[in-house]
T-cell receptor
């Protein structure tokens, strides 16, 4: 089946620094990818829709300047958490839709961000 | 934002038993209802999904029952195994934009 890969799987950074998380579709092209955030023992919250070649679409309440999304190619989307603070610590997960328009989303393994 | 209500929050089942998780949605425009399984520290993986034009779908030990009029759907795991111990999320939406339920932590006792 299709595979979505995320890197890094975990990262620790100091407060005030920026962190970039990559999401790749390994065996298929994805013009759209989705970024989710998940707090411990909580549900997945959609943050934004990443669109290849155009600006990302952010969900209500998500800071665009805090969470920069770039979808530079058909297989890569990146999420950059800028000027990270401890409250940004979370599990970030990307996903990509299947090619057959079945409705299925393929999720990456997630990236655990800890901001000290 | 539209909610998807999921229950129970946690569930303990004996090996070989049936695990049942329920979800309810609000938006009648939703046309895709998946169930995801998530292990600690991992991304969710699709278990089974249903569209509103059918009332039931079965894949192996997993069955979705769908009640369109009540706006409810449920996941049944037959012959539950210790390896099924995980967190299960229902979701609902359309065109790949899904709202997830709050999750059910299932523990299957050996």
């Amino acid at each position: 089946g299709a595979v979505v890969s995320q890197h890094p799987s975990w990262v620790i950074c100091k407060s005030g620094t920026s962190v970039k998380i990559e999401c790749r579709s390994l065996d298929f092209q994805a013009t759209t990818m989705f970024w989710y955030r998940q707090f411990p023992k909580q549900s997945l919250m959609l943050m934004a829709t990443s669109n290849e070649g155009s600006k990302a679409t952010y969900e209500q309440g998500v800071e665009k300047d805090k969470f920069l999304i770039n979808h530079a190619s058909l297989t890569l989307s990146t999420l950059t958490v800028t000027s990270a603070h401890p409250e940004d610590s979370s599990f970030y997960i990307c996903s990509a839709p299947d090619r057959g328009n079945t409705g299925e989303l393929f999720f990456g393994e997630g990236s655990r961000l800890t901001v000290l | 934002q539209q909610q998807v209500k999921q229950s129970p929050q946690s569930l303990i089942v004996q090996k070989g038993g049936i695990s049942i998780i329920n979800c309810a949605y609000e938006n009648t425009a939703f046309d895709y209802f998946p169930w995801y399984q998530q292990f600690p520290g991992k991304g969710p993986a699709l278990l089974i999904a249903i569209r509103p034009d059918v009332s039931e779908k079965k894949e192996g030990r997993f069955t979705i029952s769908f009640n369109k009029s009540a706006k409810q759907f449920s996941l049944h795991i037959m012959d539950s195994q210790p390896g099924d111990s995980a967190t299960y999320f229902c979701a609902a939406g359309r065109t790949y934009k899904y709202i997830f339920g709050t999750g059910t932590r299932l523990k299957v006792l050996a």
